[in-house]
């Protein structure tokens, strides 16, 4: 079967660098994805990793390590809008998506 | 571009009583995904339909659940009957194609809650 892990919950202050980590288990491997959920939103995809190493979009990158089974999201110059739910999802063989429970990021001014 | 729309937003219901789900994709979006999702945690699919066709739906309680998908475009989830259980946030998304699934859209979803 499929799990991920993650942190349920990380503070950081504004301005600062956080980084939010999740570790899976997998039959296969298809890539790995991170989501943005503000509270009452919807999920809003963020980014997408296939390959070992750092995609870098703006404030927001992403890092992925197949060997580890390990991945993360890093969040720079923080801002209070970033206080939101990250999720990092796995795809299965069928094409579904298997998501972590969340890490709830608060972020202090 | 239009988002997912979903209708309604919030939906408050009595045990026992059926309700129904509406969700529009984005245009050109050929694969629809309806997912549950509980506080706290993270969204679970109940199915996956690719254009008209239902092509996952092992996580559909079907004895209550029913979706469909007529002509491949908008859809509806409904359940008949409402269990106290059934209170969540039920999400709609979809993508392009099967391919672009770790790439999904999703629309604002309707908290339902179950009296």
Known sequence: GQSLEQPSEVTAVEGAIVQINCTYQTSGFYGLSWYQQHDGGAPTFLSYNALDGLEETGRFSSFLSRSDSYGYLLLQELQMKDSASYFCAVPDSNYQLIWGAGTKLIIKP | ?115
């Open chain 2, 1 to 115: 571009e239009a988002g997912v729309v979903q209708s309604p937003r919030y939906k408050i219901i009595e045990k026992k009583q059926p309700v129904a789900f509406w969700c529009n994709p984005i245009s050109g979006h050929n694969t629809l995904y309806w997912y549950l999702q509980n506080l706290g945690q993270g969204p679970e699919l109940l199915i996956r339909y690719e254009n008209e066709e239902a092509v996952d739906d092992s996580q559909l309680p079907k004895d209550r659940f029913s979706a469909e998908r007529l002509k491949g475009v908008d859809s509806t989830l409904k359940i008949q009957p409402a269990e106290l259980g059934d209170s969540a946030v039920y999400l709609c998304a979809s993508s392009s194609d099967k391919e672009l699934y770790n790439e999904q859209f999703f629309g604002p979803g309707t908290r339902l809650t179950v009296l």
